[in-house]
């Protein structure tokens, strides 16, 4: 079963901020997060090892709650090259299954 | 260096006829994905490969589609017969996994764009 991003689609103005979350019925280990822009390949983000670890990529940053088997990834000050549909992966041994994706649209 | 390489880039094909995808992973990396994107079911790994060996196809939808990595630096996604439900994105990807039983960033192809007549 893979894991449930909310919200569906977001749409924002240049400059502000979002935050995605990814939920899962089953553990995670480790969660991984993806962009991908219309028509094109999913693209790597960043990786989350451990509980409550927060890492970030440009002014996108993400935590994880393993307890709650939750992530949130956060957009600070959206920029137009943000616009996407964003993934978060579960780790589950070698594989990653991915979730259901956000799409966020970011206007002028 | 070159990034995942996918083969061809669209197919169209009629219903019944044999389909083959290929892919050439990043040189060095060792586990080899593939995976299946629609609208209704999203982004679905298909089956996944660790030292040119199958580890995983329980994602493989039916016995129709069959995948091989005969080595490093090739592998093909193949659907005898094709049907329409077959239409979709299909993706490879390939990573670097340094500890087995990890899971480690995974760079994609652009993807073969499949529509089934």
């Known amino acids: 079963q893979q894991p449930v991003q909310s919200p569906q689609a977001v749409i924002l103005r240049e400059g502000e901020d979002a935050v995605i979350n990814c939920s899962s019925s089953?553990?995670?280990?480790?969660v991984h997060w993806y962009r991908q822009k219309h028509g094109e390949a999913p693209v790597f983000l960043m990786i989350?090892?451990?509980?409550?670890e927060q890492k970030g990529h440009e002014k996108i940053s993400a935590s994880f709650n393993e307890k709650k088997q939750q992530s949130s990834l956060y957009l600070t000050a959206s920029q137009l090259s943000y616009s996407g549909t964003y993934f978060c992966?579960?780790?589950?041994?070698?594989?990653?299954?991915f979730g259901t994706g956000t799409r966020l649209a970011v206007r002028p | 260096d070159a990034g995942v390489i996918q083969s061809p880039r669209h197919e169209v094909t009629e219903m019944g006829q044999e389909v083959t995808l290929r892919c050439k992973p990043i040189?060095?990396?060792?586990?080899l994905f593939w995976y299946r994107q629609t609208m209704m079911r999203g982004l679905e790994l298909l089956i996944y490969?660790?030292?040119?060996?199958?580890?995983?196809d329980s994602g493989m939808p039916e016995d129709r589609f069959s995948a091989k990595m005969p080595n490093a630096s090739f592998s093909t996604l193949k659907i005898q017969p094709s049907e329409p439900r077959d239409s979709a994105v299909y993706f490879c990807?390939?990573?670097?996994?340094?500890?087995?039983?990890?899971?480690?960033?995974?760079?994609f192809g652009p993807g073969t764009r499949l529509t089934v007549l």
């Open positions: 990807a390939s990573s670097l996994v340094a500890l087995a039983g990890s899971t480690d960033t995974q760079y």
């Open positions: 089953k553990a995670l280990y480790s």
């Open positions: 989350l090892l451990k509980g409550g």
């Open positions: 992966g579960r780790s589950s041994g070698d594989k990653l299954t």
């Open positions: 040189s060095g990396h060792n586990s």
């Open positions: 490969f660790n030292n040119n060996v199958p580890i995983d």
